[in-house]
């Protein structure tokens, strides 16, 4: 079953996280042939409604909570786990908190740039992770 939101028990679970400090949130995205929503009209492909809409859309509300990219990657071959074609892209973006995230999550101006994601995804996979190593 496909997953683009997140419910309101994952958002609470963030908020409640006693985790302090930086955190890296861990994107897997898989594209959708064609993008809906608000780009359905423009006969775009979803990845295009996220590299062209989306991307440059966030990165302003971004940079504003003092998060930044750490990885951007094409998914190209599985080699563990189930056949090649589940994500399509990788990224890794580091937030300076939790409450980082979650004010640039909830701020109204995001949620309009949002809607781009949510016209470009199929399925995607939303992991917040915390430095293992010193």
């Known amino acids: 079953m496909p997953s683009i939101e997140p419910t309101p028990e994952q958002v609470q ?19 959708k042939d ?7 009209a423009d006969g775009i492909s979803g990845e295009e409604a996220y590299q062209q809409r989306y991307g440059p859309g966030v990165l302003p ?8 990219v750490l990885l951007a990657a094409r998914a190209e071959q599985s080699v563990i786990g189930p056949a090649d074609g589940e994500w399509d892209l990788v990224l890794a973006v580091e937030y ?3 409450a ?4 640039m999550i909830t701020d109204p101006e995001y949620l309009a740039v949002h809607a781009h ?3 470009a995804l199929a399925d995607s996979r939303l ?3 915390s430095a293992a190593l010193p």
């Open 13 to 31: 679970a963030l908020i409640s996280a006693e985790h302090e400090g930086p955190v890296v949130m861990i994107n897997l995205l898989r594209f």
């Open 34 to 40: 064609h993008a809906d929503g608000v780009d359905a």
């Open 61 to 68: 509300h971004l940079e504003r909570v003092g998060g930044r």
């Open 96 to 98: 300076p908190s939790r």
């Open 100 to 103: 980082a995230f979650v004010a």
């Open 117 to 119: 994601r949510s016209a």
């Open 127 to 129: 992991i917040a992770c």
